[in-house]
């Protein structure tokens, strides 16, 4: 069992940068990010493997968000997102697992993630 616990949400304005932290229990295969925004179905953000670190991003966020996992035990994975936007709002989600999908669509899917957090609320706004 690998338990997961997000930090670094917050409010800020259109345009602006926050970096979200996940620190995991173990080191799992693959660490990532998903979100829920209000009234919407949760959505595959971001996500990265073990070194050397593959990484996997949702179109709505590729060239504004960028996922690390640092420290030699690779149990922090990072968030960094830039150039955000009001759409950007939502409850973010950690999220890992063991397990290896030589396809990106079963990757990404929410489905196949066996460890959650409990979400920090990010909020883009004037």
């Keep these: 069992q690998v ?12 345009g602006g940068s926050l970096r979200l932290s996940c620190k995991a229990s173990a080191s799992p295969f693959i660490m990532g990010w998903f979100r ?3 009234g919407k179905e949760r959505e595959f953000v971001a996500a990265v ?6 990484t996997y991003y949702a179109d709505s966020v590729k060239g504004r968000f960028t996922i690390s996992r ?42 196949n993630w066996d460890y959650w957090g409990q979400g920090t609320q990010v909020t883009i706004s004037p």
């Design 3 to 14: 338990q997961v616990v997000e930090s670094g949400g917050g409010l800020v304005q259109p």
């Design 36 to 38: 829920r925004a209000p």
């Design 49 to 54: 493997n073990r070194s050397p670190g593959r």
């Design 70 to 111: 640092n420290n030699e035990l690779e149990t922090t994975a990072y968030l960094q997102m830039n150039s955000l936007k009001p759409e950007d709002t939502a409850v973010y989600f950690c999220a890992a697992h063991n397990t290896y999908y030589p396809s990106e669509y079963s990757t990404t899917r929410a489905e």
